[in-house]
């Protein structure tokens, strides 16, 4: 069974940056990948995709704050953050489509104002 491992969140005031990595215990070479978010009540929700060519898609809330990348060599997606807001408080995730059947424990990003 795949192992995800997000890191990288933590809190930052208004206006701030950060960048999400997850790693993943197998090869994502030609796996399409997609980094979520979940706020408390809510339901988990794609914030950005990324394909197996590099060629990203944005939720459009994340659209010009955010950048998705990946790094094949070392197993590894990355999701810059520019910009953060409030709203952008959740737990991330990432995850592959279609989605393996288990998660990583998500990385918190708090952003304070």
Known sequence: QV????SGGGLVQVGGSLRLSCTVSGNINGVYMSWYCQ????????????????????????KGRFTI???????????HMDSLLPEYTAVYYC???????NWGQGTQVTISS
């Open 3 to 6: 192992q995800l491992v997000e």
């Open 39 to 62: 706020s408390p009540g809510d339901q988990r929700e794609v914030v950005a995709d990324i394909t197996s060519s590099g060629t990203p898609t944005y939720a459009l809330a994340a």
């Open 69 to 79: 990348s990946r790094d094949d060599a070392e197993n590894t997606v990355y999701l």
């Open 95 to 101: 995850n592959r489509l279609p989605q393996w059947s």
